[in-house]
């Protein structure tokens, strides 16, 4: 597979490749789009994660004066906004990035440009939102709008918390400004792998062959391309809320702060799915091939993917019970909620299905994704409670709620794609992890994960409210927060870990052929880390498990064509970076408004058009990419 | 235009010119009652405007004959957006509003009418909720006036079982959502409890509205003996008090411990300077050290109190629960405006 | 799935248009008559404008499927010069919502001035952004097909006629659900 059989005759004499920092910022190869999602995820998630420490330092014990206040509503606020926008979805992209591709048999996305346009927006918006970590010390002194600079409005903004009677800083301005650029970020590359998946697929690769954890990607991609205009929409009247004085969540001047919870769960329900479904994916590739069995009903873990984000646009209001719906409105969100229970308990008795009566080898990636089942099925069990709007009525905003949405994103999602890292890393880097240090990463991430998160079912069972700063002791609540203090960091303790193994790996693990797990998909087809082009000759695909097939029988899986193929690969470009620094300019104008004046901020704005306009001037024009 | 490309040419492009020929007459139809000339029901206008929109779709955008999977990418979305804005509009209680309704609604043409014509000319316009706040919301902070129906006739439209509501909410938690106020136990969330966000909107109003009508009791205030003037004071007071106050401060002024600061024996309250005492509750308070506890929740600002319940509530503050501080008079308020 | 990639992005896109939207309108038509201060509708309309804008609107879309008919049986000229009616449309159409928004502002019906006024500007400023981009899409393609720098003049045409088309029909729902309904 390694011969350099066809070395891609593309380019067009253009000048030679960049090297260095230049060959990343003008990369437009999926797979080095990928690592480069995968790394600043990990950054973010790092600093998603020391948040959550001085969280769990200040609530140890009562009374504690570790943190302030104002500081610790920064520090929540910044903590669910990194874990969800930074931290979590960006890692499920670098999987969609480097796998999706590979597993269709594809050489590159449809539009590698636009790909790496959204990476680069991804992380402008990444660092406008934690930028304000370093400049609030430099500016505070200043006191006016910078008296606050880190976002500081909790993770779901709520008017009119986040107006600005209440919150007369820039610390919302930027929140706002740094969602609306990831929100493009994530909508440019939802339609890229729509049109991706839908177009780009081998022969023979009808929808139903499809890999299940492309088909998630699917998914995940139509609900992020449909539930991003509502939260832009919240966000663009909270701005003009904000900037020009409107009402739109301003009751005194006839608005209605609970338009914006609508808004806002309308996007943000479906975005509890972007996050839960890459997982899925993840978990029903690593089960069938550590149980060396096929995925048990694949169809119907496909479908079941399919209704759980149909369903998810029907919910939102589940999140809003304690808003006053009415009985009728209750009701109907309450059953609807309870429905998504079917779709996902499909799931789960699928993936038991599948290892059942399998040869399990309990290598760490299977470890996880069995941890994932049981973690999330309490979190989705959790979650049912909360259905019952009686139920919900005394969870609502308690540590309760903290526990089951815990279960779910990190019980869940990042044990899937802890799962996905240790099954893929071979893949990416031609090597294994260590997998004893990855047991003892399990050993730990497990035992600290439950004892930072089951105890809080029951102190908020017990009545403490989330987001307090602090609370006074004698109301039995000291005991399970210093547990799960403890907890808090031998999982941070278990996750330091994980990143040592990778970065030890990357440089001195074991070699690994092109299909170490012996699995079924087509990215195993391809060198480990495969060439540029992926694929030497693209495989007609005959099975939903083509490398499986071909190794064990009994189809023939798959079959290469004869003769030599043209291979053409898009030139490295560096109109993304441009056109996605254009993108932020004008985004952030309206900061630099607030800032310096009206003029200043125009000028901004202009320079960000100017940007625009000639990067996508030369992006159309640019040679190699018809 | 068509000229020498064929028959099948310019079957296209008649078949377009017939297309746009009738999308106008739609159009033209639909612009009857724009222009006075005859009414047509808000559903026939949207019945046309549908058809209009899918022949542009399946003619113009040639949804038909293409691949199917265009239809289905652009008709779920839409069909999945027509849903979710009829739901809002439903929990908005909006379908059967209009600004022509709201217009004939003004305040001269409200006073002239019977409480029941009230209440279903506001049922129309509003919902109950714009109506009949006491009916809509009836827990602890909202009682303090409406906006001047009849009880019966908002106890009959209400669509909320008010009783239900007050028994959900009552009791879960230790504090109803403070009005419009960052919560007071966190500082941050817009409503820390179950509270009733959507029904206390129109009770703010009605609270405001109650605040600049004059309280017929304090007719002729000034000229009353210092003894009589102390009983209207405490009177209202305790009214204010018990519908505002006492979600956190607690009806015997007790407070709630580390939480919310008690009133009995408050250094204030209790014989400290009135000014100050006044200007807690025009201007609000937070992070506020009492008697050696720091007390993190926010007490929101109540300017849009009157003067006179203002000087109430404060003097039966200062005189309630073992306190022992002077009587407030509302010329005192007025003064630290 | 064998159709063109940039039609496949196209529609995906407007799917997801939909629901930007849809926002703006759940936002306005949940804010419906529920303004505590005048100007109302009524106070500012004005029909003859509206009917205007709304008939050149509808004359651009024929103009629109015009130039992707000419585009994809080749002829560069009748396609530039469809083109080019259908871009004189949209100028027609933002030309008289600047009128609109002026007269609306004259009359005392300000950004701010009550929640009718912030929800419907906001609503139909985004449509008129709409039509400007589209606008400028189609003056670029004109300009790129007469440039020869388009591989297939005939689809690009179309998934930019798509967008124009769009904005047409958002259009459709404006005209009912802001104008109309106020005459019922």
Redesign the interface.
Known sequence: MSAPAAVPASHHGTSAEPTGIMSWLTTVDHKKIGILYGVSALAFFVIGGIEGLLIRSQLAVPGNTLLSASTYNAVFTMHGTTMIFLGVMPLSAAFFNYMMPLQIGARDVVFPRLNAFSFWLFLFGGLVLNVPFLLQPLLSGQGGVFTRMIPDGAWVGYSTLTGKTYSPYLSIDIWICGLQILGIASMAAGFNFIVTIFNMRAPGMSMLRVPVFTWMTLVVQFLVVLSFPCITIGLVLLLCDRTFGTSFYVPEGGGDPVLWQHLFWLFGHPEVYILILPAMGIVSEVLPTFARKPLFGAPFVIFSGITIGLLGFGVWSHHMFTTGLGAAADAAFSVATMLIAIPTGVKIFNWLATIYGGHLRLTTAMLFALGFIGMFTMGGLSGIMHASPPVDLQQHDSYFVVAHFHYVLFGGAIFGLLSGAYYWFPKMSGRFMDETLGKWTFALVLLGFNLTFFPMHLVGALGMPRRIYTYEAGMGWELPNLLETIGAFILAFGILLFLVNLVRSAKSGAQAGPNPWDAATLEWLTDSPPAPHNFDKTPTVYSERPVWEKNHGPGPGYSLPEGEEHIHLPPPSIKPFLLSAGVTLILASFLVMTVAGTMVGLGVTVLGLATVLYASFSWFLEPGHH | MAGGHGGDHSGAIKLYIGIFVALTVLTVVEMIPLFGLGDLPASVLIALSVVKFVVVCYFFMHLLGDHPIFQRLFFIPLLMVVATIGVLMTLAGSWSLNYRKAAVLDRAAVAAMTPEQRGEACLARAGVKDCCPEAAAPAEGAAAGSAGFDPATCQLLARHDSEAIAARYRGVWSGDCNAWAKSAITGNEYCASPGLVLDVAPAYAAVKEAASAKDPRFDGFDAKSDADKLAVLMGVGKEVYDANCAACHQAEGQGLAGVFPPLANDPVANGGKADEHINVVLKGLSGKVINGVTYAAAMAPWAQLSNEQIASVVTYERQSWGNKGEAVMPAQVAALR | ???P?Y???M??????????F??????Y????????S?P???DVFD?AV??IS??DL??S??F???AV?YAK?GDLK?MLFWTGATMLGGLIFLGFQFYEFSHFYHAGLG??T???A??FY?LTGFHGTHVAIGVFLLG?TAW?AARG?L?DMGETT?VI??YW??V??VW??I???V??????
């Open positions: 799935m064998g159709v990639h039609k496949l992005a529609w995906t896109f407007l799917g997801s248009e939909c629901f930007f849809g926002s703006l309108l759940a936002t038509m949940t804010y419906r008559g529920k303004t505590q005048g109302i509708p009524l029909p509206t009917s709304t008939f509808l004359a879309s024929l629109m499927v015009f008919h049986v009748k950004f701010t009550n929640i009718f912030s929800s906001i670029s790129a720098h591989v179309e006629g798509l088309h769009f047409d029909i459709i729902a005209f009912t659900l104008y109309l309904l106020e005459y019922t």
